[in-house]
């Protein structure tokens, strides 16, 4: 599972630059590069890895170009049509025959960096199709002008056939209007644009699965994770996602990368671990991505670490089928001091928890953690990450084998920096003294949080017998994500915390209710077009939270909603009854995933998490509007290039370039494996 939440608030870390050893990373760092639509285009520094050895290197950039050839099989996975149209917006941007002083053109460029940022025509957070700000007429002639050999033209058929294919899906917005549907009065399968399924139904795919599952196999199989369920001659089969299967051309240049990444591995577990990926990809076979698995998550003494793979289902309306991603990593040992104190406790923190005995764990196994700094993202991580990972997902690897954590550092401090005086906490906070707890611990008590969440937080807990990951359907992911983050925040008060050294005072801690609070029930909803429901699993989660906490709270105003100058603020008036609220919402969603019970799930999230105040998110929109700010953000990737002297490699060289056009045309040339019409 991965933490998405990311602070506005201000990092002070003197000590990250001071760190960072290459002559760009020392001289003034631009941390905003790009603004477009409602986005931010960031870059991060990747401190220290002019530090790691010239074997560590090179295993980074084997890995990283790893990273980089699933970017393709993303954009497939999010759309039937996806391909075909980045391919033909870089063509129109490759052929430089536009006049670029015009509105259309603008509209154009806003557009395709849209495109290339949500990996697919549709919005990476609200799933909504995103609208051409320019007209069909436009978009025909811009294609016209294009030397056919830049796009991507059926084999066969011609440019005017091509256009006839995309032209409806992009210009009619009554044609494949969403990526993922999450209305449970419709079939959410036939209603989502992701290409998981083909031709069959929400109920014939939950069928097709629970036929699948053996209650008593101990170590089920993540069943469906990796194929495409398709109808062929009246027969429901799977489509394999492996090297001589779907998405074939892309997974073998993986493999050629992963193998690379073989010979330069640190030590012989990490070349097992590596060698075992390759053979689930070449086999397909979920047995060997499980030991995969298990073998990623007990290797935790090598420094450079990766994950690569089919992994998180946020994409499925039906939580079931996982989008491809890649993040490539190095250990920083300093901040790693704070993760290890958490999963040292983590046996403390399951015991002391107030969850139903029943559904703690007698014995928490494997749990590991660690501070990384990010050198590479790919797939559904890039441009937009978390900053903070859990994994494997499997309960039964967690339960019998533990699980590995990891917290996104240098990811956190480039958002933090980029957000420095931009106004937003003064403007939504209650008082110049929430302002100030934002700002002096803001920064430490996110990190922290986010530790708690991947490390111990979704480590915790243990399902019934007979309880399978699919019970909660398309609410499970919402219910994991609130079940890490109460577990987190029911925590981050407790006076452990500052015994163990993690918090400086329990002031430190109020500002983490302070933020949960505010963004939860109003400073996210920035990001909810007027009149749509919360769809994302994270933004979901955190409302959930929030408005509970907000309605079970009111006979004692635990959380006061407060009008001054005509603009709304929230008040938390009592800390420690706010977390006995976390604690006891804690136990309550505990209680739901341990037992599989939907309908509880059902409840909970539609009554809490999905609807939007009209009135309150009126009033904060045209606020946040005044402050000029994006509300989403996402990230270039830093360029690793060898340096070659008789045709070995001597040195790897990183850039951080500032074009996101260029890298994303870069990207287009160097890492498209994939035809649109397969």
Not at 296 to 311: C, R, Y
Not at 562 to 569: A, C, L, S, V
Request: hydrophobic share 40%; aromatic share 10%.
């Amino acid at each position: 599972m991965k933490l998405r939440t990311v602070s506005l608030t201000i990092a002070l870390s003197a000590m990250l630059i001071a760190s960072c050893s290459s002559p760009e990373q020392k001289q003034e760092f631009r941390w905003t590069v790009d603004r477009f639509a409602d986005i931010k285009v960031m870059r991060y520094q990747v401190p220290g890895f002019t530090d790691l050895s010239l074997r560590q290197k090179k295993l980074v950039y084997f890995l990283s170009q790893a990273a980089l050839c699933g970017r393709d099989i993303l954009f497939a996975q999010n759309g039937a049509y996806n391909l075909a149209i980045r391919k033909t917006l870089d063509g129109i941007v490759a052929s430089g025959k536009i006049d670029q002083a015009t509105p259309e053109w603008a509209a154009f460029m806003t557009y395709t960096k849209q495109v290339w940022f949500a990996n697919g025509i549709y919005h990476h957070y609200g799933n909504d199709k995103f609208v051409p700000g320019f007209s069909e007429t436009w978009f025909r002639a811009a294609v016209a002008t294009c030397d056919p050999g830049l796009l991507p033209v059926r084999p066969g058929t011609s440019v005017d056939a091509l256009l006839a294919e995309i032209c409806p899906v992009m210009f009619d917005p009554a044609i494949l209007p969403k990526k993922i549907s999450q209305d449970v009065s419709t079939d959410m399968v036939q209603n989502s644009a992701v290409t998981f399924y083909r031709g069959v139904t929400e109920n014939e795919a939950t069928a097709f699965y629970a036929g699948k599952k053996d209650r008593t196999d101990p170590a089920p199989p993540s069943y469906g994770l990796n194929t495409t369920l398709v109808k062929e001659n009246g027969r429901i089969v799977e489509k394999e996602w492996k090297a001589d299967g779907v998405y074939g051309p892309a997974i073998r240049e993986i493999i050629t990368w992963l193998t690379r990444a073989s010979t330069v591995a640190e030590n012989d577990h990490q070349r097992r671990t590596i060698d075992t990926l390759i053979a689930y990809y070449t086999s397909g076979d979920l047995r060997d991505f499980d030991a995969y698995n298990i073998l990623w998550l007990q290797d935790t003494s090598s420094s450079v670490d990766f994950v690569n793979g089919f992994i998180e289902t946020y994409n499925d309306p039906l939580g079931i089928k996982a989008s491809w991603e890649s993040i490539v990593n190095f250990k920083d040992v300093a901040a790693t001091r704070r993760a290890e104190t958490i999963t040292a406790n983590a046996q403390w923190f399951e015991d002391n928890s107030l969850v139903d005995p029943r559904f703690k764990k007698k014995e928490v196994r494997g749990v590991s953690a660690k501070v990384i700094t990010v050198a590479q993202l790919g797939g559904d991580c890039y441009p937009t990450t978390p900053i903070g990972i859990n994994l494997p997902n499997a309960d039964w690897i967690r339960a019998a084998h533990g699980s590995k954590s990891v917290t996104l550092e240098n990811i956190t401090y480039a958002y933090d920096q980029a957000a420095r005086g931009d106004g937003f906490n003064e403007e939504f906070c209650n008082s110049p003294e929430d302002v100030r707890l934002l700002e002096q611990y803001g920064s430490l008590v996110d990190n922290l949080h986010t530790d708690l969440h991947e490390c111990v937080g979704h480590a915790s807990g243990q399902l019934m017998p007979g309880v399978g990951v699919d019970a909660l359907k398309n609410y499970h992911a919402t219910i994991e994500e609130a079940r890490a983050d109460l577990f987190a925040l029911y925590y981050l008060m407790d006076p452990r915390l500052v015994e163990l050294g993690l918090l400086p005072s329990q002031d430190a801690a109020r500002a983490g209710y302070i933020e949960q609070i505010l963004n939860g029930i109003f400073t996210q909803l920035k990001r909810i077009e007027p009149g749509k429901n919360i769809e994302e699993a994270h933004m979901r989660n955190r409302q959930l939270i929030a408005r509970w906490c907000f309605e079970k709270g009111k006979a004692e105003t635990v959380i006061a909603q407060e009008q001054r100058d005509g603009k709304t603020y929230f008040r938390i008036t009592d800390f420690s009854r706010l977390r006995a609220l976390f604690g006891a919402l804690l136990k309550e969603v505990q209680r739901i995933k341990s037992e599989g019970d939907y309908e509880g799930a059902k409840a909970l999230v539609e009554t809490y998490g999905v609807k939007v105040d009209p009135v309150l998110h009126h009033e904060l929109l045209a606020r946040y509007k005044k402050l000029n700010l994006a509300p989403y953000g996402g990230f270039m990737n830093p360029v690793f290039t060898p340096v070659e002297q008789n045709g070995e490699i001597t040195d790897i060289r990183v850039t951080f370039p500032e074009d996101f056009v260029g890298q994303m045309m870069e990207y287009g040339k160097k890492y498209s494996f994939l035809s649109p019409w397969d």
